[in-house]
C-alpha cells in the first residue's frame, strides 16, 4: 500500500457527462501528479500540482481540469465525456516537487458508456 | 519529442531464467531513468532508478537495470525469474531541468512460467 488514496474505484457514465475523481496524496506530500492509462497511448502524464500550485501539464485535454486544495487532495474534473476518456486514472505524489520517486495511487477506472 | 519504446509487448520466461524487459529512449540531455512494476489492479511501483555513476543499478525484489549512454537503453534484468514477477513493467523517464514531468513506456507484460 502506498499510502495514496483514490476514490472511487470504478465510475461508469455516459457520453457527455462530467465526472470528478479525488486523489489525497501521502500523508506529508505536497506534489499530486494525474496520469492517464489506456490500451492504446499506455500511461500519459497529465499534470502536476505542488501545494496548491499547478507546475508541469502534460497531454490534458481542455474538457479536463484539475486543482489541489488546501488540505493537499486533488481532483480530477473530466467533462462532455467521450467513449474515447474510458480509461484508468492515476493519481500519485512525491515529497516536493522535483522528486525523483512518486507513490502511486490504485487508480479510478472511468468507463464512458 | 521525447519518447520512450519498450520494444516488445509480451516476453515469457521460465521460472529460475534470467530474464531482460529492454527499454530505450529518445530524451534530450541526461535524463533521469526509472522501473515501475504494475500488479494486476494495483498502481504502478517504483522498483529502481538511475540518476549517474554506476551504470548497474541494483533495485527491490532482486531486480537491476543496465545504463548504456551510447544505446540510450535502460534494460531491466533479474538473474534468475520468480513466478511471482509476473506483471507489467513500465520504463519510465524524466529529463533533467525541466520540472518533474516523467515519460512511460507503453510496458511490457512478463510472465514467467512455472
Known amino acids: 500500500d502506498s499510502g495514496v488514496t483514490q476514490t472511487p474505484k470504478h465510475l461508469i457514465t455516459a457520453t457527455g457527462q462530467r465526472v470528478t475523481l479525488r486523489c489525497s496524496p501521502r500523508?506529508?506530500?505536497?506534489?499530486v501528479y494525474w496520469y492517464q492509462q489506456s490500451l492504446d497511448q499506455g500511461l500519459q502524464f497529465l499534470i502536476q500540482y505542488y501545494n496548491g500550485e499547478e507546475r508541469a501539464k502534460g497531454n490534458i485535454l481542455e474538457r479536463f481540469s484539475a486543482q489541489q486544495f488546501p488540505d493537499l487532495h486533488s481532483e480530477l474534473n473530466l467533462s462532455s465525456l467521450e467513449l474515447g476518456d474510458s480509461a484508468l486514472y492515476f493519481c500519485a505524489s512525491s515529497v516536493g516537487g522535483t522528486d525523483l520517486e512518486q507513490f502511486f495511487g490504485p487508480g479510478t477506472r472511468l468507463t464512458v458508456l | 519529442a521525447q519518447s520512450v519504446a519498450q520494444p516488445e509487448d509480451q516476453v515469457n520466461v521460465a521460472e529460475g531464467n534470467p530474464l531482460t524487459v529492454k527499454c530505450t529512449y529518445s530524451?534530450?540531455?541526461?535524463?533521469?531513468l526509472f522501473w515501475y512494476v504494475q500488479y494486476p489492479n494495483r498502481g504502478l511501483q517504483f522498483l529502481l532508478k538511475y540518476i549517474t555513476g554506476d551504470n548497474l543499478v541494483k533495485g527491490s525484489y532482486g531486480f537491476e537495470a543496465e545504463f548504456n549512454k551510447s544505446q540510450t537503453s535502460f534494460h531491466l534484468k533479474k538473474p534468475s525469474a520468480l513466478v511471482s514477477d509476473s506483471a507489467l513493467y513500465f520504463c519510465?523517464?524524466?529529463?533533467?531541468?525541466?520540472?518533474?514531468?516523467?515519460?512511460f513506456g507503453t510496458g511490457t507484460s512478463l510472465t514467467v512460467i512455472p
Open positions: 530524451v534530450s540531455g541526461n535524463p533521469y
Open positions: 500523508s506529508g506530500d505536497l506534489s
Open positions: 519510465a523517464v524524466r529529463p533533467r531541468g525541466t520540472g518533474n514531468q516523467f515519460y
